[in-house]
């Protein structure tokens, strides 16, 4: 499978809003960085990651260009309530070890009706 195919399953995966499934594309020890948040490191952490995620928020990637460079996929995305983001995602073995994200979070508190932090 290429780098490519990966992403497009976990694209797929995650629109199907199914954490568990989602966990299962990263490799056992995979760092999830979001840039606005901590990393998470490890697939059990992920999941909760995703868990929580899904259960705030009704979340949809609408991918706008996905690309590939040997093991490293780029996503640009975007979601129907129009926020934009991007994410890398390094690829081995067919299994994710690493992502990070670029998006706005203020942007996705408000357009969810979530708590704004105050720290």
């Known amino acids: 499978m290429t780098s490519k195919d990966v992403l ?5 995966t995650f629109n199907s809003g199914d954490a568990e499934k989602l966990a299962q594309l ?3 020890d995979a760092i999830n960085h979001q840039v ?3 990393p998470v490191v490890g697939k059990e952490a992920i999941f909760e990651m995703f868990k ?3 259960s705030t928020a009704e979340m949809v990637c609408i991918p706008e260009n996905i690309f590939q460079d040997g093991d490293w996929a780029i996503l640009e995305w975007k979601d129907p309530l129009g926020l934009r983001g991007c994410g890398f995602f390094h690829i081995i073995d067919d299994k ?3 992502q990070r994200g670029y998006w706005d979070k203020l942007s996705f508190l408000k357009m969810h009706n979530l708590p704004i932090p105050t720290n």
């Open 8 to 12: 497009q399953q976990w694209v797929n």
């Open 36 to 38: 606005n948040q901590d």
């Open 96 to 98: 994710i070890k690493f």
């Open 26 to 28: 990263y490799h056992d």
């Open 52 to 54: 929580n995620e899904f």
